[in-house]
C-alpha cells in the first residue's frame, strides 16, 4: 500500500511537471512565432492603431480651442501616453485570454475532453506549481470555484438562476422572438416621437415634387433662378440642357422611394406629415428585422437551425442575449436610428444585416474545411489529389445577401467603394464560391452602376458634384485663406479663382465643418464656390493648386486635417452632431403641420436627457459613437495579433467606414459611426465565443468548453454526441432559418 501511494505521488508529480513544461513550450513557440517579420509586423499595426487613438485624444483639447499643432505640451503628451497605454494594454489583454483560451481547449483535445478545471486542480493536491508567475491567474480561479460553490449551496437560488437562464433562452432563440422583444422595447419612441429627420429628407421630398410637377408641364425655374439644386450646390455645367429637377446628391433611389411615398400619402392626407410617420415605420420594422437576423446568427454561432422536433441544436447561453438586448433597447443611438430616415440609419441597419450574412458564410466554410465523416462522403477530388469538400450554399442566404447588398447601395453612395472593395478580396481568397460572390455582390453592383450612368448619361437626372468629395482638401485651403492668406503661391491663387473665393472661404471656415466652404445654403448664403460659374476645364487645376498651397504651408494643412477627423477616435470629444439632432431641429418642430403638435414639449425632453446622459463622465461614452469605434479598433486589433484571418474578412468593412469618416466632411458626425457602433456588439460575442470555443467547433456540442456560453455543450464521449442531430453537418436549404424569407 505504501509503495502503490508513493507511485501514485510520483505520477501526479511527473503529471505536473509534465503540464507545466507542456505550456511553457507553447508559450516558447507563441514568443518565437511573434518575433518573426509577420508577428513584427502585426505587432506594429497594432501599435500605430493605438498610436492613432491617442494621438487623436491628446490634440482634443488643443482643437476644440481652436488652436494649432504646434501648441502641443507636456500636459498633450501625458494625456497621449495614457490613451496608448489603455489601448495596447487593451490589445494585449484580449490577445493573451485568448491565446490562453486557445491552449486550455488545446490541452482539452489533448487529454481527450477530459474534465479540466485548470493547470492545478483541486483534486489533485500533490501536483507541484511550476512557477509564482501565475498565482494570480490562480487566485482568480479559486475565487470562480468559491463563488460557483456558494450559489451551489443554495439550492433556491441555483435552481432560480438555472430556469431564469433557461428562460432567457426560450424566449429568444428565434429571429422573430427577438424582433418582437425589440419592436417592444422601441414602441415608446415610435409612439411619442414619431419620426425624426433632418434637411436630407426635405431636400429629397422637394425634388420628387419639382420633377413631378416639370413632368406634368408645369414651367419652373431652371438655370435663371434658384431652385432645389442650388441649395447643396450642384455646379451648372452639370445640369444637362433639358430641364431635370432630380439629382443623385442623395441616391436617386431613395429620393424616388421616399418622394413617392409621401406624395402618396400627401395625397390622402393633404400633408406630407404622413407619409414622413409611413417611412419612420418601416425602417422601425426594417430595423427590427435587421438587427435580430443578425443576433440570431451571431447567437447560434453561424448555424441558425430551425428545431426538428424536440430536439435543439446548439446556442449561446443567455449572458451575451442579454447583452445583445441591453446594448439594443437602452443605446440612443439605437433608438433614434430606428425613426430617424436619414440615408446612415438605413445603410447601419443593412450594413448589419449583411454582416451577419458574412459570418454565417464564413462559418459554413470554417465547418466545411473541417468536414466531419458525413461532410467528407460529399466530397471531391480536387485533382492534386486531396480530398475537397463541396460548399452548397442555400438560395436563401443568396438572396438575403443580394437584398441587403442592394439597401446598402441605394442609401448611401460610398456604399459602392465597399461592396466592390469586398467583392474583390473574396474573389481572390475564396474563389470556390465565385459563382455565389458573383450572383449576391457582382450582379446587384453592376446593374446598379450601369442604372446610375445610364440615367446621367441621357439627362434625366443630374450627377453629384465632385466637389463633394473634396471636403479635406477645401478645409485646407479656407484655413491657409483665413490664418495665412499670404501664404497662397500666386499661381495657385489664380488657378483658383474660377471656382473659389478664397476671401469668403476664409470667412466662413469652421473646423468641424466643410459645408460652410462649399455654398452650402439656402438663398442668401454667402458664396465660397462658385458653381453658377465654374466649368469642367477650371476643375482640373484644382488639385495642382491644392497642393502648390500645400507645400507651403504643411502645418496649416495638418491641423486642417485634424481638425476635421479626431473626433471619430477621441472618446472625450462630445458629438458635432449627435442622431438627438434629428428628433427636435426646426424641420420637426416647427416646419411640419400636425408633428409638430404631437408631444411637442416631450421631444425637447427625450434630447435634454439623452444630452444630459451624455455629457456624464465616462458614464456618457456609452451613448457616443466614437466610443465604439475606438473599441471596434482595439478589437480588431486583437484579432489581427491572433492571425483570425477568417474574423478580419468579413469586417475589413469596418475599416473601410472608418476611412470614410476620416474623409467625410464633419467631424464628430454621429450618423457615419452608426454602422460601427450597431456591429461592435455583435463582433465583439463573435470573439468571445470563437476564443473560449476555437473556429472548428464554435457552437457544436463536441466543443466540450462548458464556459463558452453555450447551453448544450456537451462532451465528446458523452453518448449524446453520437446521436445523428449531434453531429456537424453541412447546411443545406431545409436548414436556413425563416429569417431571410421575408427578403424574397
Known amino acids: 500500500m505504501i509503495k502503490t501511494a508513493r507511485q501514485q505521488s510520483g505520477n501526479a508529480e511527473v503529471t505536473a511537471v509534465t503540464k507545466a513544461a507542456t505550456e511553457q513550450d507553447h508559450l516558447n513557440r507563441l514568443h518565437s512565432r511573434s518575433l518573426s517579420f509577420t508577428g513584427t509586423l502585426r505587432w506594429g499595426i497594432c501599435v500605430l492603431a493605438c498610436a492613432w487613438i491617442a494621438l487623436c485624444t491628446a490634440i482634443g483639447p488643443i482643437y476644440r480651442a481652436n488652436a494649432s ?8 503628451l501625458l494625456l497621449f501616453i495614457c490613451t496608448f497605454a489603455v489601448c495596447f494594454a487593451g490589445m494585449v489583454v484580449l490577445y493573451l485570454w485568448a491565446r490562453r483560451a486557445e491552449h486550455r481547449r488545446r490541452e482539452r483535445e489533448h487529454n481527450g475532453n477530459e474534465t479540466h478545471r485548470g493547470p492545478w486542480n483541486a483534486e489533485a493536491p500533490n501536483e507541484r506549481r511550476p512557477g509564482s508567475g501565475l498565482r494570480i491567474r490562480i487566485r482568480i480561479q479559486a475565487l470562480g470555484v468559491r463563488m460557483r460553490n456558494a450559489v451551489d449551496g443554495y439550492p433556491r437560488l441555483h435552481s432560480f438562476g438555472h430556469d431564469a437562464g433557461r428562460l432567457i433562452i426560450r424566449c429568444t432563440d428565434r429571429w422573430w422572438k427577438i424582433a418582437i422583444i425589440l419592436c417592444v422595447g422601441w414602441l415608446w419612441a415610435y409612439a411619442t416621437l414619431l419620426v425624426a429627420f433632418g434637411a436630407d429628407v426635405r431636400a429629397q421630398v422637394n425634388e420628387f415634387n419639382l420633377w413631378w410637377a416639370n413632368l406634368h408641364g408645369i414651367v419652373l425655374p431652371y438655370k435663371q433662378g434658384f431652385t432645389q439644386m442650388d441649395i447643396y450646390p450642384t455646379a451648372h455645367y452639370l445640369w444637362p440642357e433639358q430641364a431635370t429637377y432630380l439629382t443623385n446628391q442623395h441616391n436617386i433611389v431613395l429620393t424616388m422611394v421616399y418622394g413617392g411615398i409621401v406624395a402618396v400619402c400627401r395625397a390622402f392626407s393633404g400633408s406630407d406629415d404622413l407619409g414622413l410617420v409611413v417611412l419612420a415605420g418601416t425602417q422601425y420594422l426594417f430595423a427590427a428585422f435587421c438587427l435580430s437576423v443578425t443576433a440570431h446568427r451571431i447567437l447560434t454561432f453561424g448555424k441558425p437551425y430551425r428545431h426538428q422536433g424536440n430536439s435543439m441544436k446548439a446556442q449561446a447561453g443567455a449572458l451575451p442575449r442579454i447583452l445583445i438586448l441591453v446594448f439594443l433597447l437602452c443605446c440612443p443611438l439605437v433608438i433614434f436610428s430606428t425613426i430617424s430616415i436619414t440615408k446612415s440609419p438605413l445603410f447601419a441597419f443593412a450594413f448589419v444585416w449583411w454582416l451577419g450574412i458574412w459570418y454565417q458564410l464564413l462559418r459554413m466554410r470554417s465547418d466545411g474545411m473541417e468536414g466531419t465523416k458525413d461532410e467528407r462522403r460529399t466530397a471531391h477530388d480536387s485533382g492534386d489529389g486531396r480530398r475537397t469538400p463541396t460548399y452548397r450554399i442555400p438560395g436563401r442566404l443568396t438572396l438575403a445577401m443580394a437584398v441587403s447588398t442592394v439597401v446598402m447601395l441605394i442609401s448611401v453612395k460610398y456604399a459602392l467603394y465597399i461592396v466592390a472593395i469586398q467583392l474583390l478580396v473574396f474573389l481572390i481568397a475564396d474563389r470556390k464560391r465565385w459563382r455565389f460572390y458573383i ?10 452602376q450601369v442604372m446610375i450612368s445610364t440615367l446621367v448619361g441621357t439627362g434625366t437626372i443630374i450627377t453629384g458634384d465632385p466637389i463633394e468629395s473634396k471636403g479635406v482638401q477645401l478645409q485646407q485651403i479656407a484655413r491657409v485663406a483665413q490664418r495665412n492668406p499670404q501664404g497662397i503661391p500666386e499661381d495657385a491663387r489664380k488657378a483658383l479663382e474660377p471656382i473659389l473665393d478664397l476671401q469668403a472661404m476664409g470667412q466662413e471656415y469652421f473646423p468641424n465643418d466643410a459645408d460652410r466652404v462649399k455654398s452650402s445654403g439656402t438663398m442668401g448664403k454667402i458664396t465660397t464656390y462658385k458653381w453658377r460659374t465654374v466649368t469642367a476645364h477650371d476643375m482640373k487645376a484644382f488639385n495642382k493648386a491644392w497642393l502648390e498651397i500645400g507645400l507651403r504651408n504643411p502645418v496649416l494643412y495638418l491641423d486642417a486635417f485634424l481638425a476635421k477627423s479626431y473626433g471619430y477616435f477621441d472618446v472625450t470629444d462630445p458629438p458635432y452632431v449627435a442622431m438627438s439632432y434629428y428628433v427636435n431641429n426646426t424641420y420637426v418642430q416647427d416646419s411640419t403641420v400636425w408633428i409638430k403638435g404631437w408631444s411637442h414639449d416631450w421631444r425637447n425632453s427625450v434630447v435634454e436627457r439623452s444630452t444630459a446622459w451624455g455629457n456624464t463622465p465616462f458614464w456618457g461614452w456609452f451613448t457616443h459613437g466614437n466610443f465604439w469605434v475606438v473599441l471596434t479598433l482595439v478589437l480588431l486589433g486583437a484579432e489581427l495579433l491572433l492571425r483570425r484571418w ?56 463536441q466543443c466540450g468548453e462548458k464556459h463558452c456560453g453555450n447551453s448544450y455543450s456537451r462532451d465528446d464521449h458523452s453518448p449524446e454526441s453520437n446521436r445523428p442531430e449531434c453531429r456537424s453537418r453541412e447546411l443545406s436549404d431545409h436548414d436556413v432559418p425563416d429569417d431571410d424569407k421575408l427578403a424574397s
Open 646 to 701: 477568417l474574423s478580419l474578412a468579413y469586417q475589413l468593412p469596418l475599416l473601410l467606414l472608418m476611412g470614410v469618416m476620416v474623409v467625410a466632411p464633419a467631424n464628430n458626425f454621429e450618423r457615419h459611426m452608426l454602422p460601427i457602433a450597431f456591429s461592435f456588439v455583435f463582433i465583439a460575442i463573435a470573439f468571445w465565443q470563437e476564443s473560449r470555443c476555437g473556429e472548428k467547433h464554435c457552437g457544436e456540442k
Open 69 to 76: 499643432i504646434l501648441d502641443f505640451s507636456w500636459h498633450n
Open 439 to 448: 450572383i449576391s455582390l457582382a450582379v446587384p453592383l453592376v446593374v446598379f
